[in-house]
């Protein structure tokens, strides 16, 4: 039996702040933001985040959460996964390109 | 010295970079805009906690008329107080006594009263909480250092998409002469999940 105040990372006290990084915070008001605009029911966010939690039951909670979000904005046939994987490349390099401490921005496209 | 190329730009770490280009992307699609994420996430950091759910359980001691309300309709008692969910899902309030102790969990993910209680702590979410729960409640209860009576049964409540659960702690001893502001300050978040019981005020001389 799995005693939980072993587990590394969980904490069982009160007050633990809410996201500790925040792409988590960003992930959670995307997915929150899709759904006020109708984008997909709850029912299905919830099916869609089951799925990656059954899958990788040890992974990082957000983690999870996002690619559980990649998942169903792929399937919904908003957003592809090769689309996404060429954007987050865009920001790789916008990164490198950026001195350190100014806001990173993706270059102007058309 | 030692030359340092990669430091004088920055980096965003594979996982940032993939929550930039979802944003980015969905943005230009006209499919969320960033603001509104903005507000959402400091809206869930500053405004919804358990504060709300505290407030929820001051009144459902102090007013038996809302008490009544919140047994029979949960959500509308709560929606009163102007606490209402975003994903329409049903609440509903169950009342620990001498007899029940009330558990709450989400044995499939992490279904939370968010509207009440904010996001879920990490231990909620995790899966040994989640399985163990449901198998050996009491057993969950001593690891949050709850250790309740023989005679107490403990009611283990699977929250769903649909219907959320607010666990209504038992009212502490020597807290007769407080008014609700006061007491709502006494109820924890873990109280309102059942993993914790309020332990009884200091007495005032």
């Given at each position: 039996m799995t005693d939980l105040s072993l587990l590394p990372g969980i904490s069982l006290h009160e007050n633990e702040p809410v996201f500790n990084e925040p792409w988590e915070a960003q992930a959670f008001g995307i997915v929150i933001a899709l759904h006020d605009n109708e984008v997909f029911s709850w029912d299905e966010w919830v099916s869609a985040l089951v799925k990656v939690l059954n899958e990788?039951?040890?992974?990082d909670y957000y983690k999870n959460w996002l690619s559980a979000l990649e998942n169903i904005v792929d399937s919904k046939k908003l957003i592809s996964f090769d689309t996404l994987s060429h954007r987050k490349a865009l920001w790789h390099e916008a990164a490198a390109q950026t001195p350190h401490g100014e806001p990173i921005q993706l270059p102007s496209h058309t | 010295m030692h030359s340092h190329d990669d430091d004088d730009h920055s980096h965003l770490t594979d996982i940032e970079a993939r929550v930039r280009a979802l944003e980015s992307l969905l943005g230009e699609k006209g499919y969320i805009n960033s603001t509104a994420v903005d507000e959402i996430v400091q809206t869930y950091e500053k405004k919804i906690g358990p504060q709300n759910g505290a407030h929820v359980v001051a009144k459902a001691w102090t007013d038996k008329q809302f008490n009544d309300w919140l047994r029979k309709d949960a959500t509308a008692a709560i929606h009163s107080l102007g606490y209402t969910s975003r994903q329409g899902e049903h609440m509903e309030a169950v009342f620990n006594s001498p007899d029940t102790h009330h558990l709450v969990v989400c044995t499939l993910c992490s279904c939370y009263p968010w509207s009440v209680l904010g996001l879920p702590p990490t231990w909620y979410k995790s899966p040994p909480y989640r399985s163990k729960a449901v198998i050996d409640p009491r057993g969950v209860l001593a690891d949050f250092g709850v250790h309740l009576p023989e005679h107490t049964s403990i009611e283990v409540h699977d929250s769903t998409a649909e219907i959320r659960y607010l666990v209504i702690p038992e009212r502490p001893a020597n807290?007769?002469?407080?008014?609700e502001k006061a007491l709502s300050q006494l109820v924890t978040r873990n109280s309102m999940i059942g993993t914790a019981i309020l332990a009884p005020a200091e007495k005032t001389k």
């Open positions: 990788h039951p040890n992974e | 807290t007769d002469d407080l008014d």
